[in-house]
């Protein structure tokens, strides 16, 4: 999968915000140091289109990548800071629900956790919060390079039996350091957007 053109097309804080052009969406969902930076850049072959680690102050936008004029990623705002304010939370929430309800450009939601501990309380609100809505999810344990081959399948299965994982979403293993993973991602990705 060769990638030519990924840019960032607008951190859109509300919904008259959002490209109007009806290009297929690709949600990325994930706590903040779980490595979604890392893997937009892997995605697509860039050094740094996203801004890995180190940004606490981040606004919580819904950032649009545009993926060769074919999709965008939107890359949803890391949850669990324990510095944001109740009025933030709530602000959050409220953007949250109305893009995953009503989103109909949404075609995958890609929930990244960390392979290499159970998935947290935060996670599986996310996972069942995607799962409220009915989406259809694709779990991508990130980090994998950091789990020996031999414990792959015991961490796999704490990521399922921990998110409760439902019939239908599927757990991809990747890791931005080896790229592990990616070809298969994209092949979901590429699978969402032709359904
Ligand atoms: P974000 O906050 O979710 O965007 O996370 P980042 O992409 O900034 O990654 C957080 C930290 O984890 C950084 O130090 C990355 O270098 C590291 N990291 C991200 N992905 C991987 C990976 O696949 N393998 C390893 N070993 N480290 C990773």
Same mark, same amino acid.
Request: hydrophobic share 35%; aromatic share 10%; charged share 25%.
């Given at each position: 999968?060769?990638?030519h053109?990924?840019?960032?097309?607008?951190?859109?804080?509300?919904p008259?915000q959002?490209?109007? +052009?009806?290009?297929? /969406?690709?949600?990325?969902?994930?706590?903040? @140091?779980?490595g979604?930076?890392s893997f937009?850049n892997?995605?697509?072959?860039?050094?740094k289109?996203?801004?890995t680690?180190?940004?606490?102050?981040?606004?919580?936008?819904?950032?649009?990548?545009?993926?060769? @004029? $074919?999709?965008?990623f939107? %890359?949803?705002p890391?949850?669990?800071y324990a510095k944001?304010?109740n009025?933030?939370? /709530?602000?959050w929430g409220?953007?949250m629900?109305i893009?995953?309800?009503?989103? $109909?450009e949404l075609?995958?939601s890609?929930?990244l956790? %960390?392979l290499r501990?159970?998935?947290? +309380?935060? +996670?599986?609100?996310?996972?069942d919060?995607?799962k409220?809505?009915?989406l259809?999810?694709?779990?991508v344990?990130?980090k994998a390079?950091k789990?020996?081959k031999?414990k792959?399948?015991k961490?796999?299965n704490?990521?399922i039996?921990?998110l409760?994982l439902?019939t239908g979403?599927k757990?991809?293993?990747?890791?931005? /350091?080896?790229? $592990?993973?990616? +070809? /298969?991602?994209?092949n $979901?990705?590429?699978?969402s957007t032709?359904?």
């Open positions: 999968n060769k990638i053109y990924a840019e960032i097309t607008i951190s859109a804080v509300s008259k959002y490209p109007n +052009d009806g290009l297929p /969406e690709v949600a990325l969902a994930g706590r903040s @140091n779980v979604k930076s937009i892997t995605m697509v072959n860039r050094k289109l996203a801004r680690s180190g940004k606490p102050g981040k606004t919580r936008t819904l950032n649009y990548f545009n993926i060769e @004029n $074919e999709l965008f939107v %890359d949803v890391g949850y669990g944001v304010s009025a933030e939370q /709530e602000k409220k953007m629900n893009y995953f309800s009503s989103r $109909e075609s995958l890609i929930l956790v %960390d501990h159970h998935p947290t +309380d935060l +996670d599986v609100q996310m996972y919060f995607l409220y809505y009915n259809p999810v694709l779990v344990a990130t390079d789990i020996k031999s792959r399948n961490h796999i704490q990521v039996q921990t409760e439902a979403d757990v991809v293993v990747f890791s931005a /350091e080896t790229r $592990e993973g990616r +070809d /298969e991602v994209w $979901e990705i590429l699978a032709r359904n």
